[in-house]
């Protein structure tokens, strides 16, 4: 799948919300990692970008990408590399929006995504008219209990939260960004 314009997704874990509500790091897990790598292999994203600002958990993306890039763990799974080469590891939003404005040449449009409504959201549909223009877009998803509220406000865009059947409504990262991927990108024919 060939997309129009670049599309990058970014898993924040600083800043985040705890379940109290405050704001806090969270960490890095190595599923995220691959998982979400394989999404944007899969979805012929940019890149993946993992913002933590915590030096500690940069240094262990570091040894679990050194292992499946360079170790025996690329040796024995090349699919794997394939999908880890995607990881751009940045300390803030911020730097990830310069490491694709670097790239593209154009300041990326931030779409943000959260399982919680938070006023005025697009529609997957909408946000789909984003793909016809020519600036690059990012998706950026939480980790913990979702976006701080200053993520939010500096995205361009929120997306409304997958939809949910039931009272239950917190799914992993992973699974929502993956439906939300597939419906943004997904073919719809």
Same mark, same amino acid.
């Given at each position: 799948?060939?997309?129009?314009?670049?599309?990058d997704?970014?898993l924040v874990? *600083?800043?985040? *919300?705890?379940?109290?509500?405050?704001?806090? !790091?969270?960490?890095?897990?190595?599923l995220d990692l691959?998982?979400?790598?394989?999404?944007?292999?899969?979805y +012929?994203l940019?890149?993946?970008?993992v913002i933590?600002p915590?030096?500690e958990?940069?240094a262990?993306?570091?040894r679990i990408?050194?292992h499946?890039?360079f170790?025996?763990?690329?040796?024995y =799974?090349?699919d794997?590399?394939n !999908?880890?080469?995607l990881v751009?590891v940045? +300390?803030s %939003?911020k730097?990830?929006?310069?490491?694709?404005?670097?790239?593209?040449?154009?300041?990326?449009?931030?779409?943000?995504?959260?399982?919680?409504?938070?006023?005025?959201?697009?529609?997957i549909e909408?946000?789909?008219r984003?793909?016809?223009?020519?600036r690059?877009?990012?998706l %950026?998803?939480?980790?913990?209990?979702?976006?701080?509220?200053e993520?939010?406000e500096?995205a361009? *865009?929120?997306?409304k939260?997958?939809q949910?059947?039931?009272? *239950? =409504?917190?799914?992993?990262?992973?699974?929502?960004?993956?439906?939300?991927? +597939?419906?943004?990108?997904? +073919?719809?024919g």
């Amino acid at each position: 799948m060939q997309n129009k314009v670049r599309v990058d997704i970014a898993l924040v874990h *600083y800043p985040v *919300y705890n379940k109290k509500g405050a704001v806090i !790091a969270s960490a890095v897990t190595n599923l995220d990692l691959h998982d979400l790598a394989r999404l944007a292999k899969t979805y +012929d994203l940019g890149a993946f970008h993992v913002i933590t600002p915590v030096k500690e958990q940069q240094a262990f993306i570091g040894r679990i990408l050194e292992h499946w890039l360079f170790g025996w763990g690329g040796v024995y =799974n090349k699919d794997r590399v394939n !999908a880890l080469n995607l990881v751009r590891v940045s +300390d803030s %939003i911020k730097q990830a929006r310069e490491i694709i404005q670097a790239g593209t040449g154009k300041e990326p449009i931030v779409l943000a995504t959260g399982a919680r409504e938070r006023g005025l959201a697009l529609g997957i549909e909408e946000a789909r008219r984003l793909l016809a223009g020519d600036r690059p877009l990012l998706l %950026i998803f939480g980790t913990a209990w979702g976006l701080a509220g200053e993520v939010i406000e500096q995205a361009d *865009y929120v997306l409304k939260p997958v939809q949910k059947c039931a009272t *239950y =409504n917190h799914l992993s990262v992973r699974s929502a960004a993956a439906i939300i991927v +597939d419906r943004f990108l997904g +073919d719809r024919g």
